[in-house]
Each structure stands twice: as structure tokens, then as C-alpha cells.
């Protein structure tokens, strides 16, 4: 859950910010704790899968991150024609900072994961 405060904040930051470096600061940080996510994220997919289920998962987990990414791009866009560039990407942040409290009431067995074993 700490890579993902980043990707809350990020999009706050960017959007409220007028220095265009502390804007860049922003992104490199999110980009660095987006990395590590999708690598925790990966991990427990694989490593919750039985064996004989691991490739077709992997497939599908596969998919479904790459349609988000096209849909979530699509969103942004279409959030940014509507407001505004800087009100969506604020609204991107606290969309996130929802969302992630929402997954973290639903799912708190995965809240509470510590380690990948």
C-alpha cells in the first residue's frame, strides 16, 4: 500500500503545483513507486496461483492491465476536455485516494499482506 500513496499524491502535487520541477520531482517518484507496485502486484498474482493455473492467470492478469491502461488513458483524456487539465488530474488523485480506501475496506486480506512468501 506505500507505492500507492505516491500515486495519490503525484497527481495532487502536479495538478496544484506551478514549478514545473517539483512537477517532474513528482512524476519520477511516481514513476518509481508505479514499478514497484506492478512488481508486488505481479509477485502475488504468481505466487497465489497454483501451478498448473500460473499461465492462463498470467494471461489474463496480463489483459485486464492493459485494457486499464487504455481505458484509464481514455478517462483522463476525456475528464481533461470536459475541466480542465489541472481539475482532472486533481480529480485523478482524489478518485485514486477513494478508490484504494474502497479496496482497502473490500479486501482487507490483502490490506494486511507483509511479505511475499
Given amino acids: 500500500m506505500a507505492?500507492?500513496?505516491w500515486s495519490v499524491v503525484e497527481p495532487s502535487t502536479t495538478a496544484t503545483s506551478s514549478s514545473m520541477w517539483l512537477s517532474v520531482a513528482a512524476l519520477v517518484i511516481m514513476g518509481?513507486?508505479?514499478?514497484?507496485?506492478?512488481?508486488?502486484?505481479?509477485s502475488l498474482v504468481q505466487l497465489a496461483t497454483?501451478?498448473?493455473?500460473?499461465g492462463r492467470v498470467g494471461a489474463v492478469n496480463f489483459l485486464f492491465i492493459n485494457a486499464s491502461n487504455q481505458l484509464g488513458q481514455f478517462e483522463s483524456g476525456v475528464t481533461a476536455a470536459l475541466f480542465?487539465?489541472?481539475p482532472?488530474?486533481?480529480l485523478g488523485g482524489l478518485g485514486t485516494i477513494a478508490i484504494a480506501l474502497l479496496w482497502m475496506k473490500l479486501f482487507p486480506?490483502?490490506?494486511d499482506v507483509e511479505r511475499l512468501e
Avoid at 518509481?32 to 505481479?42: C, E, G, K, N
Avoid at 497454483?50 to 500460473?54: F, K, Y
Fill in 84 to 86: 480542465g487539465t489541472m
Fill in 3 to 5: 507505492t500507492n500513496r
Fill in 88 to 90: 482532472a488530474a486533481l
Fill in 109 to 111: 486480506t490483502l490490506r
Fill in 32 to 42: 518509481a513507486a508505479d514499478t514497484v507496485s506492478v512488481v508486488i502486484r505481479f
Fill in 50 to 54: 497454483p501451478d498448473e493455473m500460473r
